[in-house]
């Protein structure tokens, strides 16, 4: 096909294309706003070893990884729920809670998905208040050189986690789109042996038009 082939072809059925976009992205749209919007709230925890020498410092990233463990732990999505009175079991909250490390900064990273931004905040605050309450209280029993502390790099805040109505929505046009287009390329293979034109002939047939008889 050559170019002015592919212009016809939109002029002709490019509101298609065009239709298929609009409908998909009202119905994306749509869809997110009947969504319940779900919050992530986020806190970053520093651990800090008394020692900086290399020693205590490798020992505090194998820690770590222990640290991470007891956090994701039912025990503590207990502690949680009794101090919040939260209508929730341990395995519940479990299941919106993720936790990380990162050795090479010291710092143990909690997310608390939930509808409620400001719940959301104050489960993960609460968390990491058990986490330091139990560093503090185990270090009370250690040599000072030995103590690992624990402290909040920032507070928590909550922040829209889904749904992401403007990424829906744009990724629905340009799924819209596409299915537009297969729709054109399907009926134009389907009318693909009418002809119309004094082109289709010359295409076709491979012989040059010398005349036509003009309609009615």
């Known amino acids: 096909m050559e170019l002015s082939d592919y212009g016809r ?9 065009i239709l298929v976009a609009a409908l998909t992205a009202v119905a994306a749209f ?22 900086t020498d290399f020693g205590q410092a490798q020992a505090a990233k194998q820690l770590l990884r222990g640290y991470v463990q007891w956090i994701n732990s039912s025990y503590r999505a207990a502690t949680v729920i009794d101090e919040l009175k939260l209508d929730l079991t341990p395995q519940e909250l479990l299941s919106d809670i993720s936790v990380a490390s990162d050795e090479s900064s010291f710092v143990i990273q909690l997310n608390v998905e939930n509808t409620d931004p400001n719940l959301a905040n104050d489960v993960v605050r609460t968390w990491g208040n058990t986490f330091i309450q139990w560093r503090t209280d185990d270090n009370a029993t250690q040599r000072k050189e030995d103590r690992v502390e624990a402290e909040f790099i920032d507070d928590p805040r909550a922040g829209l ?9 744009a990724a629905a046009v340009i799924f819209g789109a596409l ?26 047939l491979d012989i040059p038009v010398i005349g036509s008889i003009p309609g009615q």
Not at 9 to 17: S, Y
């Open 9 to 17: 072809i939109l002029k002709r059925r490019g509101w298609i294309i």
């Open 30 to 51: 749509g869809f997110s706003k009947l969504q319940t919007p779900v919050y992530e709230s986020s806190l970053k925890i520093l651990v800090q070893p008394a020692r």
């Open 161 to 169: 986690d889904r749904p992401k109505v403007i990424i829906n929505t």
């Open 179 to 204: 299915i537009g287009v297969v729709i054109v390329l399907v009926l134009e293979w389907i009318e693909s042996g009418v002809v119309r034109r004094s082109e289709d002939i010359e295409r076709y």
